[in-house]
């Protein structure tokens, strides 16, 4: 069964960088996208930054320019480079796998999404 460990959060001054990480385990044949979301409390999550099978990305407007998605396809994993950190971007955040298709004896399984289990990123002033 396929699971998401997500790196370790942290806290940093403001105009600081983090990078934070999410692998999978399992066997996966494919997916349609990888993406992270952010959850500021008392707000639903919103979409950060996603990257599809393509390579192509696309970004919240108030991360353009600072974050960078990127992803290694042979470790199943996604990476979120995060630079000119501001307060405003502490949140909790999530990496998903979208539409990921496991390999399990044999059988490719029906799509299905998966979470990571939450990031704390926190921003001081």
């Known amino acids: 069964q396929v699971h998401l460990v997500e790196s370790a959060g942290g806290s940093v001054q403001a105009g600081g960088s983090l990078r934070i990480s999410c692998s999978a385990s399992?066997?996966?044949?494919?997916?349609?996208?990888m993406a992270w979301y952010r959850q500021i409390p008392g707000e639903n999550a919103t979409l950060v930054a996603i990257?599809?099978?393509?390579?192509?990305?696309r970004y919240a407007d108030y991360v353009k320019g600072r974050f960078t998605i990127s992803r290694d396809n042979a470790k199943n994993a996604v990476y979120l480079q995060m630079n000119n950190l501001k307060p405003e971007d502490t949140a909790v955040y999530f990496c998903?796998?979208?539409?990921?298709?496991?390999?399990?004896?044999?059988?490719?399984?029906?799509?299905?999404?998966?979470w990571g289990q939450g990031i704390q990123v926190t921003v001081s002033s």
């Open positions: 998903n796998f979208d539409d990921v298709v496991e390999l399990r004896g044999g059988t490719l399984l029906s799509p299905h999404d998966y």
């Open positions: 399992g066997s996966i044949y494919g997916f349609r996208s």
């Open positions: 990257i599809n099978n393509r390579a192509d990305t």
